[in-house]
């Protein structure tokens, strides 16, 4: 059996969307060839009956119906991407933070039809959240597969490709501003007298706690932080150290640093 698409990169996000959605059974392994010249990784996708090869080109030239999938640094891609230019129109889903559509053209050819996804790493666990935008010309059919993957390991949302590098300073770093906030509200716990154990044990349960009531109540999160605090109470003393501290002030400006990354990946 042919496989659908050939990934080239075997990283953590590829073993995470590519993970899922064997699970999710919208794809079977045969589905997936993955390349990487990593053998230790190469072994990961093996154990779930994933072909694997250590040269793109070889891959690509065996499968010329199949996608390419760029799951490797914007980096690499800038000095290997001629590499995997083959022959022919070929759908070419990139989850490279900062690539553009015009530069993967640039780079394979005027012929393929990239689509840019930029998932976040809960997919892993298929609570996800991805932005997808296919360049101009990409069918329903061309974008068929790729979406059926991705809808099976979370949300997705389609904005213009112009935004990509904005969501991916809110949604793709977000995670780990949130892991973060984990690691201060950890140490505050024992900072106040709770063990090490008894914090860990805390604050993933009210972090979990905390995002469902958000995602499940259809209340914005401004009303649900006012319900919580009682004025002149425990939570509005919490929340005026924050404001003395302008965390608000931060975060945002984490999501900024984080866009403006992206934007100079983008630009080489």
């Known amino acids: 059996m042919a496989p659908i698409a050939v990934v080239i990169g075997g990283g953590n996000m590829a073993e995470a969307i590519i993970g899922g959605a064997i699970e999710a059974r919208v794809t079977r392994a045969g589905d997936w060839l993955v390349v990487d010249p990593n053998a230790d990784r190469r072994a990961v996708f093996e154990a779930w009956g994933v072909s694997t090869g250590a040269n793109a080109a070889d891959a690509l030239v065996s499968n010329p119906d199949a996608q390419l999938w760029l799951a490797i640094k914007p980096q690499v891609f800038e000095s290997l991407g001629s590499s995997f230019q083959t022959p022919g129109s070929r759908v070419v889903v990139s989850i490279m933070a ?3 559509c015009d530069t993967i053209s640039r780079h394979l050819g005027p012929h ?5 996804v930029m998932p976040n790493t809960p997919v892993r666990i298929r609570m996800g959240v991805s932005a997808y935008a296919p360049a101009a010309g990409v069918s329903a059919d061309d974008a068929a597969f790729a979406r059926s993957v991705f809808e099976a390991l979370g949300e997705v949302v389609d904005l213009p490709e112009s935004l990509l590098d904005a969501f991916t300073g809110l949604a793709g770093s977000g995670p780990a501003y949130l892991f973060y906030v984990a690691e201060a509200l950890v140490r505050a716990g024992t900072g106040v007298g ?5 914090a860990s044990r805390i ?10 009531l958000l995602a499940t109540s259809g209340v914005p999160p401004e009303e649900l932080r006012r319900a919580v605090t009682s004025p002149g109470g ?7 150290a924050l404001e003395e501290g302008r965390v608000a002030h931060w975060i945002e400006r984490a999501v900024e640093a984080a866009r ?3 934007h100079q990946l983008g630009s080489g």
């Open 112 to 116: 393929v039809r990239p689509i840019r």
């Open 260 to 262: 403006d990354r992206g």
């Open 234 to 240: 425990t939570t509005a003393s919490g929340l005026a």
């Open 98 to 100: 900062g690539v553009t």
């Open 194 to 198: 709770l063990s090490e154990r008894d």
């Open 203 to 212: 604050v993933p349960a009210l972090l979990r706690g905390s995002a469902e």
